[in-house]
């Protein structure tokens, strides 16, 4: 360990002046990435204003404000994918501005994904449209505002703004927004990135309900997509919303020199012992201090040199550890002198502190904030100097966005990354080009979930009777003819297409709609020693993750499940606080039968991949408690007394031919082929069998470890299964499936980027660091696995990724 004796910034910042100027620096910068500066592309105003509003504005449009300003005024609908601060919210703003200046009863609805958001573009679009002297004003309409200023919204407020969860719950009261509708010509929805997979699956519905009515009043507004820069903008928007889009994503904003430092934990004082006795090379990431203090040591330095800073928490609780681990850090540091002042931020806060932090990172009067991802989306805070991005946050769209919180404008600024143990930030880490290549993650919606599609239906019906005129909306006419009866026969609707089916339940279907979950069996979560806000849980997860005994960890704080109560009205999970240093893993039996191929692709040779559905049948048995430090069994095989379940999802799967395991074996080192231990459950399999197990085991969790590089999904919304011998298939194979009854699109999407993910997976197989033939928790192994991580094969695993590989080129 070096001790800087110099630990102020000199005039310039970027990576090397933190390198030399840190404190305590152990090696930790690891490497660097540069975006080199952008200079503005402007059009003058004039060339898609009238005068009258293009002479209010202080400065020319950034390009890609004038073309999508364009498309609008043709009549296209238009998804902008530009990058954070680059005047999105001008674009629909001003657009709305033309279309009121055109028809003074001119409304629209703007949708943002968070309350904060909300409140924040509310300021933006009144001060927009003072500062154009157009007489309209937009006000946020959401589960806080009081029932008599909503009438006023509806009745006089030109853009009411509001959320999909509020827009599913006010639906089914229409009439009271009649003139809204009846007058609305723009609908925009914010953030469209943020809309994937379940969630996505249900804006989706909300969507085409809310047209459905829109168009039912008379109106057919345009629709404004803004979104983060994502690899498929125009078939998100059109799966999003039902509707052609237009893309407008060549950025015209400018900004400065942004450099990533790339800036890797030093080792922990307790692991000192343990790593004189292996190689440097086998050091694994969990040896290392933990990202969280090493970044509030980084936020300390830089904040003692009056460089105001931005650092990203994966949770509320997170931020406030932060905050105290900044405030050690910086009494700790050698610059006694100057005073430095923190402050969390997270939905958790009052609205008005909230506020407070928001305005004094504005006014420059506190000098580092460790935020959620709230801090993340579109939310005014000015210009900061620098970010610390706390683990990587699962996609490039989040990771850019944070990045570009720093340095507004033509500023230069500095982002460090401190990575977490885990498979994806080490792989961040390895390949830090990554960051700034041009495959980005495709965003995940899929509407063939048929229980989902049904509740919406429900809510349909509900709002307005469901006639041939709605295959529009909710076609093809089988699907929907068959939900209908389906609803028909449970009491629930009654009429047909031609007579117009009609909802003749008693309770409003639109409560039963949780924007988080695939099926109506949800289980409501709740604390016996306080209040826990969290959305209701699909059965699967709950007996996963939630069974009796298991240690979880939510918003950072750690909770063990007391009980799960299913013989009522309303099934509940019961949690009670619990500080432990241990985290549970629930081991269970899985098989996956009656598979349906949807897509194939027969590879030649005896391969075969393949996307379609199946069902999986899961029966937890038992859990282990491990320690969460260094992963050693702490108690063993306690049992969980809950029944087995099954479920029918969407899945991929790839199928090898028999003589795989003579090509395995033949590329993969002799010395570590072995055997199975004597009380192993694969006791009965021989070296050979054991070995290709342990491939075909690592290749799936390898897959499902790396598949968020390309798609926009967390690591929780797929499971997978390997087997030697698969009844139906006859051959040795490993599958993706979604994690949910009737999948979300996940796994087909997998299939869709096979190739990408299989080779992230080798990438990060062959260049982890810790030298075991059975991987680490930063390649191969998984704290979701049921069978207690055992088989595991790093070498046939990338043979076996290999082999798929050259089948497919």
């Given amino acids: 360990m070096s001790q800087n004796n110099e630990t102020r910034f000199g005039s310039v910042l970027d990576a090397e002046a933190l390198e030399e100027s840190f404190p305590q620096y152990e090696e930790q910068l690891q490497g660097t990435e540069v975006d080199p500066p952008r200079e503005a592309e402007t059009v003058p105003a004039e060339t898609v204003l009238p005068d009258e509003l293009a002479s209010k504005l202080e400065y020319d449009l950034y390009s890609h404000q004038a073309e999508a300003l364009r498309k609008l005024k043709d009549g296209k609908n238009v998804s902008v994918a530009t990058s954070t601060s680059s005047g999105k919210t001008w674009v629909y703003t001003l657009y709305y501005a033309l279309r009121k200046r055109e028809n003074p009863d001119a409304r629209a609805l703007f949708l943002y994904p968070t309350k904060a958001l909300s409140a924040d573009q509310e300021l933006a679009v009144n001060e927009l449209f003072s500062q154009l002297g157009v007489a309209a004003r937009a006000e946020t309409y959401d589960g806080d505002t009081s029932q008599d200023r909503r009438q006023v919204i509806r009745e006089q407020v030109d853009v009411p703004i509001s959320n999909f969860a509020g827009i599913n719950a006010y639906l089914d009261s229409h009439p009271k927004w009649r003139e809204v509708f009846a007058n609305c010509e723009l609908v925009v929805i914010d953030e469209a990135h943020t809309y994937s997979g379940v969630h996505g699956m249900h804006v989706s ?198 990045i570009g919180r720093a340095g507004r404008g033509t500023s230069d600024s500095l982002s460090v990354y401190v990575p977490q143990s885990d498979g994806i930030d080490q792989y961040i880490l390895d390949n830090p080009e990554y960051l700034l290549g041009d495959n980005i993650e495709d965003a995940v919606v899929n509407l063939s979930n048929n229980s989902v599609f049904a509740r919406h239906l429900l809510c349909a019906a509900s709002e307005r009777p469901i006639t041939h005129d709605d295959l529009e909306w909710f076609g093809p006419e089988g699907r929907l003819e068959k939900a209908i009866d389906m609803w028909k026969a449970a009491g629930q609707m009654i009429g047909d297409l031609d007579r117009g089916a009609q909802y003749s339940g008693t309770a409003r279907p639109q409560s039963d709609i949780s924007m988080y979950t695939t099926t109506d069996e949800q289980y409501e979560v709740r604390q016996v020693d306080g209040e826990i806000d969290m959305e209701p849980l699909d059965k699967e997860r709950v007996y996963r993750q939630y069974h009796p005994g298991s240690l979880i960890v939510y918003d950072g704080e750690q909770y063990e499940v007391q009980r799960i109560v299913e013989d009522t009205y309303q099934p509940f999970v019961e949690l009670q606080s619990k500080h432990s240093r241990n985290y549970t893993q629930a081991i269970h039996d899985k098989s996956i039968t009656g598979l349906d191929i949807d897509r194939c692709r027969d590879l030649g040779g005896g391969y075969q991949l393949a996307a379609g559905t199946g069902t999986v049948f899961l029966n937890y048995s038992a859990y282990n408690v491990l320690d969460m430090y260094d992963g050693t069994v702490v108690e063993a095989m306690l049992p969980i007394d809950l029944p087995p379940i099954s479920f029918r999802t969407q899945l991929m799967w790839i199928s090898f031919p028999r003589s795989i395991i003579d090509q395995v074996i033949a590329e993969i080192p002799d010395e570590t082929q072995v055997t199975p231990d004597s009380d192993s459950d694969f006791e009965h399999l021989g070296m050979r069998e054991y070995t290709l197990a342990g491939g075909l085991h690592g290749a799936e969790h390898a897959m499902i470890k790396m598949s968020p590089l390309e798609l926009r999904l967390d690591n929780d919304d797929m499971g997978g299964l390997s087997q030697l011998d698969h009844p139906e298939l006859e051959s040795p194979v490993w599958f993706i499936h979604d994690a949910v009854e009737g999948g979300v699109g996940f796994a087909h999407s997998v299939y869709d980027h096979f190739e990408a993910v299989a080779r992230r997976a080798d990438d990060r197989i062959t260049q982890c660091d810790c030298g075991r033939t059975e991987g680490c928790p930063a390649c191969l192994m998984s704290s979701q696995c049921g069978n207690q991580n055992e088989p595991l094969h790093r070498y046939a695993a990338s043979s076996l990724l290999n082999a798929a590989l050259d089948q497919t080129s």
């Fill in 205 to 402: 519905w909300v969507i085409r309900r809310l047209r459905r009515l829109l168009a039912y009043y008379g109106a057919d507004p345009q629709l404004t997509c803004t979104t983060a820069t994502i690899g498929n903008p125009e078939e998100h928007a059109e799966l999003l919303t039902g509707a052609e889009f237009e893309v407008v994503d060549s950025d015209g904003s400018p900004h400065g020199r942004r450099e990533i430092a790339f800036w890797e934990p030093p080792l922990q004082e307790s692991a000192d012992e343990l790593v004189e006795e292996v190689s440097e090379d086998e050091i694994l990431p969990s040896m290392r201090k933990s990202a969280s203090d090493e970044a509030a040591g980084v936020l300390a330095h830089l904040t003692k040199n009056e460089i105001q800073t931005l650092m990203f928490a994966d949770s509320r609780q997170g931020t406030e550890i932060g905050v105290k681990r900044a405030v050690e850090a910086a009494t700790a540091h050698p610059d006694s002198d100057t005073y430095a002042k923190y402050a969390p931020y997270h939905a958790g806060l009052s609205k008005d502190k909230r506020n407070a932090t928001e305005q004094a990172l504005r006014d420059g009067e506190v000098d580092g904030v460790i935020s959620t991802s709230a801090l993340e989306l579109g939310i005014d805070i000015g210009s900061v100097d620098a970010t610390i991005i706390s683990g990587y946050p699962g996609t490039r769209q989040s990771f850019w966005q944070r």
